[in-house]
C-alpha cells in the first residue's frame, strides 16, 4: 500500500491489542469474499500492534451475516447476524497535533503516553459531595421544553438541561475555595514550554453521597431518576469538584508540578523534556485515581497557551483576543445592570490598565442606589 494515498484522518482504536493504538491512516478498497463484493474503509496499523494481517469489523457484519461450520467460515450477504470483537475509535485528526513539539524523540514518547492511557480506578479519596438544605420544604417545578439545538454542548454532544436554581436557594455553600486566578497565572511566569489536561466531565468523578442523592432527583419522560455523580448547575459543585481535584494532586501541587483550576489542570516546564517528565508523573496519579481526559481540548509542550481567558507565552501573560473582542464589542449599557455586567467584563483585565478606577468611576457611580441612570459624555469616554 502507497503511504501517500492513505487518509491523513488518524483515529485511536481500542480492542484490538493491550493498550490503544493509533492508526497511520486509511483507504477504501473493494474486496470480493465467496464471489460476492464489499466496499470497506481499511484503517492501517503499525505491524507491531497487531497479531492478525486484518482484522474485520462491524462494519462489513452490517453487510453480510456469517457463520462457522466445519468446512470453514461462511458470509451471507446483506444480512447482520454477528460481531467477532467490539472496537472503539475515537478520532485523533485534532486530539494529538503535536507538529510543534521540536525534539523527535520527545514527540514519539509522548503520542505512546497518550496512546497507552487507560484510567484504572485502583485508588479513591474520601472527597464527596453533601447536600445540607436550610430547611426540608420540598423544591418543585413544571417541566420546560428546550429547542434540541440547546440540549447540545458546542462539540455537538448532548448535554443534561436541569434547572437547580431554587434548590441552589436552599443549599448550605461549600466553603473550599478557588485559586486566585492571579496567583495561578503568575506561577506560569517562570516557565518557557506548558500543558494543559482537560478532564472529561469533570464533575461526573466525584460521588454523591448516597443520602443526598433525593436532592438531585429529576423527571424525564421515562421516569423519575437521582444522580449518583455531581451533577452541573448545582451551586455547590464547583467547590466540591475543586476539593476532589486538589485531594488527589496535593503533593505534585506542592512540588510546582501541576497547578489545578476546577477542570483544568496545567504543567509548566523550563523545557520540552521537563514537561515530558512532569506529564509522566502527572498520567500515572490521573489514572490510578480514574481520571478520565479529554484529549482534544488538551494541550501538550506548548509555548504559547490559552488559559484562564490569557495568553502564556514564554513568562509573559497577556489578556486573550477572545475576552477583548468582547469588551470592544459590548453595546452601549442602557440599564445599571448592563453596566455591572461591563463593569465585571471589563474588571477582569484591570491590572493590565493603569488607574482603571479612576477611569471607571463615571460607570461606578452610575451603580449607586442614589444616583440616577443618566448615561452621559463621561461615562461614554470611560468606555
Not at 470497506?40 to 456469517?66: M, N, R, Y
Not at 497518550?114 to 445540607?132: G, H, L
Not at 495568553?311 to 469588551?327: C, N, Q, R
Amino acid at each position: 500500500m502507497d503511504p501517500t494515498k492513505l487518509s491523513k484522518n488518524k483515529m485511536l482504536l481500542t480492542g484490538i491489542g493491550e493498550a490503544q493504538v493509533t492508526t497511520i491512516g486509511s483507504f477504501e478498497h473493494e474486496f470480493k469474499i465467496d464471489d460476492e463484493n464489499y466496499s470497506l474503509t481499511w484503517h492501517v496499523v503499525p505491524t507491531d500492534k497487531l497479531k492478525f494481517e486484518a482484522v474485520i469489523g462491524s462494519d462489513l457484519l452490517e453487510q453480510a451475516s456469517i457463520s462457522f461450520t466445519k468446512e470453514g467460515v461462511k458470509f451471507n450477504k446483506y444480512e447482520n447476524h454477528a460481531q467477532l470483537m467490539q472496537i472503539s475509535a475515537e478520532n485523533l485528526q485534532e486530539e494529538l497535533d503535536l507538529r510543534h513539539v521540536e525534539n523527535r524523540q520527545i514527540k514519539k514518547e509522548l503520542e505512546k503516553l497518550i496512546q497507552d492511557y487507560k484510567p484504572e480506578k485502583t485508588a479513591s479519596t474520601d472527597v464527596t459531595m453533601r447536600i445540607i438544605l436550610k430547611d426540608e420544604e420540598p423544591v418543585c417545578q413544571p417541566p420546560r421544553r428546550l429547542a434540541f439545538t440547546e440540549r447540545q454542548e458546542k462539540d455537538g454532544s448532548s448535554r443534561m438541561c436541569i434547572d437547580y436554581r431554587k434548590l441552589n436557594q436552599k443549599l448550605v455553600k461549600d466553603k473550599f475555595p478557588l485559586p486566585i486566578i492571579e496567583d495561578v497565572l503568575d506561577t506560569l511566569q517562570e516557565a518557557k514550554v506548558y500543558s494543559t489536561l482537560d478532564l472529561r466531565n469533570g464533575f461526573f468523578h466525584v460521588d454523591v453521597d448516597e443520602d443526598c442523592r433525593k436532592y438531585t432527583s429529576f423527571i424525564v419522560p421515562d421516569g423519575q431518576f437521582e444522580f449518583n455523580k455531581v451533577p452541573f448547575g448545582l451551586s455547590t459543585s464547583p467547590g466540591v469538584f475543586q476539593r476532589y481535584v486538589s485531594s488527589i494532586f496535593r503533593d505534585l501541587t506542592r512540588k510546582g508540578i501541576v497547578i489545578s483550576y476546577l477542570d483544568d489542570l496545567v504543567i509548566p516546564a523550563k523545557n520540552e523534556q521537563e514537561g515530558l517528565e512532569k506529564l509522566k508523573i502527572i498520567f500515572e496519579v490521573a489514572k490510578k485515581y480514574g481520571l478520565e481526559i479529554k484529549f482534544k481540548k488538551c494541550q501538550f509542550l506548548k509555548k504559547k497557551i490559552e488559559f484562564l481567558g490569557h495568553i502564556v507565552e514564554s513568562g509573559t501573560i497577556k489578556p486573550s483576543p477572545t475576552k477583548t473582542l468582547a469588551v470592544r464589542k459590548f453595546p452601549e449599557p442602557t440599564t445599571i445592570k448592563q453596566v455591572q455586567s461591563f463593569l465585571g467584563l471589563t474588571g477582569y483585565f484591570r491590572k493590565y490598565i493603569k488607574d482603571y478606577s479612576k477611569i471607571a468611576k463615571p460607570l461606578s457611580d452610575l451603580t449607586r442606589k442614589e444616583n440616577l441612570f443618566v448615561f452621559g459624555i463621561q461615562q461614554k469616554r470611560s468606555i
